[in-house]
């Protein structure tokens, strides 16, 4: 057995100084006692036995003294709040307290709260953890700590613009080896958990919805997808913009109550096409300047995070490339075919020409190579600077960028008798130096149907265009365009964000900034479960199985009621006469 709020030795001394002061006063009489005696003679000796503050040479009344100094005992260990230590083989609960969006509904979160509060109070503090589940998994309550800190700590917590991240807490949960025999996770609020989740745990770990159900709301509609894709039209500089509606029936809003705006203008309904159940709207034609889109519902509903969505609109400018005349025919038609190009000859982005014709420095240039001056089939030149990324991160992400992979290099291989390889050197600019025979008729190279995109992916990598975002939604990897490269994103304090490899998630509604201090990203949040208020039927509310056993284990309860009758006791006894 421990102690919650002080030390064993604490504990022993304050026993100890209480001993001592109750010894000190039982034998310090600090009152007046009358005393009647028969004649003033005798005045002088009854004071001289009943002063009015001295100390007496014995102790005349041990049983009272023992009395006293049990009940102060008791309210003393009362106040250290004996806590049990765990017993082999008993559980572990982690209270998980779901603060996911759809918990903003008016009384959710709160009647999740009071059934965490009431558990809360049942459990032995050794054999319990609290864990708040929103953006980011957060610890509020660790074993042994009081649960008086949980107020302060939940002071400023409220739902956020999240989708539920339970499930993925269940699996981080199960992964913890601890000394307890089993694992209850208890779900403080809505969020879903998933039949298969359950399966997938280990064994000894069980969990139960810890708050009782609520009615889910019949008056809701809200933003569940927002996107843009490149447009139908064919036009590079502009994109399609989609977004979807849903929620009940009645709280559908008209077309008049929802409001469209590029920036600080506002689009005229007009430009909204939408289908039969007006769930799905589009906008066609959309300039892709990098504006900032939003779409909001104005109607009032139980949930208003869902009622708005912002997304960053790609920036498209046309590619400069200028080309020289010396180059096969074919390389104007694919370049022509593709109306993200156009052909300058002033000004390039982007220069395709011959190894051995001049150009100007500084400008990223396609260059095709004699095959017996350059032993790699297709040469990757980046300029290196400091802090710039390793030869073999660039190779990589640029032969993804260009396509590379996707090329019959056997077959060239077999049609060009050497050996078709792909390198990266320092060099004064960006430049892609190919093989010069490759464009002749003699390889089944520019009339393979990879060589437009080879062309286009090879001049969208020169002139560095970005990678943009057809939709940004919590808790979903970021799904990329299928050219450029894509941006580097740093965290509110500016600190590069490292994904080590995976896919990056964003885990909040809100701004995404990226490392080229272009105008941040807009993240939304997009969750169908949060706007209909689903609940998934595979996670069942149960009452907490341990209130028996915890009162019983409940020392500081029982020392109350040991101390509550020692007074009781000592009050009788002086009532009767046998206390002094």
């Not at 390039?348 to 089939?377: K, Y």
Request: net charge negative; with cysteine; glycine share 6%.
């Amino acid at each position: 057995m421990g102690f919650a709020n002080l030390t064993p030795l604490a504990v022993a001394g304050g026993i100890a100084a209480l001993a001592a002061t109750l010894y000190a006063l039982q034998i310090l009489r600090i009152r007046f006692r009358q005393q009647t005696v028969p004649t003033l003679l005798f005045w002088k000796e009854a004071v001289s036995e009943a002063p009015v503050r001295t100390f007496r040479q014995r102790f005349r009344h041990p049983w009272a003294y023992l009395l006293i100094l049990t009940i102060c005992s008791l309210l003393w260990l009362a106040i250290a709040e004996p806590q049990w230590q765990d017993d082999e083989g008993a559980a572990f609960y982690v209270l998980v307290l779901d603060g996911s969006a759809a918990m903003a509904r008016p009384g959710r979160f709160e009647h999740a709260l009071a059934d965490l509060e009431d558990d809360l109070k049942q459990l032995p503090a050794d054999q319990r953890q609290v864990i708040w589940a929103g953006a980011a998994a957060e610890t509020l309550l660790n074993p042994g700590e009081h649960p008086l800190l949980l107020p302060a700590r939940l002071a400023k917590k409220t739902p956020e613009a999240v989708p539920a991240s339970v499930e993925r807490q269940l699996m981080q949960l199960a992964s913890v080896r601890r000394d307890a025999a089993t694992t209850q996770v208890r779900v403080y609020g809505e969020a879903p958990v998933s039949a298969a989740v359950i399966e997938r745990l280990p064994a000894g770990v069980s969990v139960r919805r810890g708050s009782s159900d609520v009615e889910p709301g019949t008056d809701n509609a809200g933003i569940t997808a927002l996107g843009v894709a490149q447009a139908a039209s064919g036009n590079w500089t502009a994109v399609d913009l989609l977004f979807r509606v849903e929620g009940d029936a009645a709280a559908l809003p008209a077309a008049g109550e929802i409001v469209v705006r590029i920036d600080d203008r506002t689009l005229p309904a007009s430009r909204l096409e939408t289908d039969a159940d007006r769930a799905t709207y589009r906008v066609l034609n959309l300039p892709a300047d990098g504006g900032l889109v939003s779409v909001a519902l104005t109607g009032e509903d139980a949930l208003p995070l869902d009622d708005r969505a912002r997304l960053r609109l790609p920036t498209q400018q046309p590619i400069r490339v200028q080309l020289s005349e010396t180059l096969p025919p074919v390389l104007a038609a694919a370049l022509n075919a593709d109306s993200a190009i156009e052909l300058v000859n002033t000004d390039p982005d982007v220069v395709i020409r011959l190894s051995d014709e001049p150009s100007d420095a500084g400008v990223p240039a396609l260059e095709f190579v004699d095959a017996e001056l350059q032993a790699e089939a297709f040469l990757l030149g980046y300029p290196e600077t400091d802090g710039s990324p390793d030869a073999m991160v660039l190779l990589n992400t640029a032969v993804q960028r260009i396509g590379l992979a996707n090329i019959d290099a056997s077959g060239l291989a077999e049609a060009t008798e050497r050996a078709v390889e792909v390198a990266m050197q320092p060099d004064s600019e960006w430049r892609f130096s190919v093989w010069q025979e490759l464009l002749s008729e003699d390889y089944n190279f520019v009339q393979s149907r990879s060589f437009p995109l080879f062309v286009a992916q090879s001049v969208r990598w020169l002139a560095g265009v970005e990678k943009w975002y057809p939709y940004l939604a919590a808790g979903q990897p970021l799904p990329v365009s299928p050219v450029g490269n894509a941006p580097a994103f740093v965290d509110p304090d500016g600190q590069l964000i490292d994904t080590l490899g995976v896919d990056f998630v964003p885990n909040r509604a809100g701004l995404l900034h990226r490392a080229s201090r272009a105008e941040p990203l807009e993240v939304a949040l997009l969750d169908s479960a949060a706007t209909t208020g689903r609940l998934d039927g595979a996670l069942q509310y149960m009452g907490l199985d341990v209130l028996d056993a915890a009162l019983l284990r409940n020392a500081l309860v029982w020392l109350l009621l040991l101390a509550l009758g020692g007074l009781l006791v000592e009050w009788w006894l002086y009532q009767k006469g046998r206390m002094p």
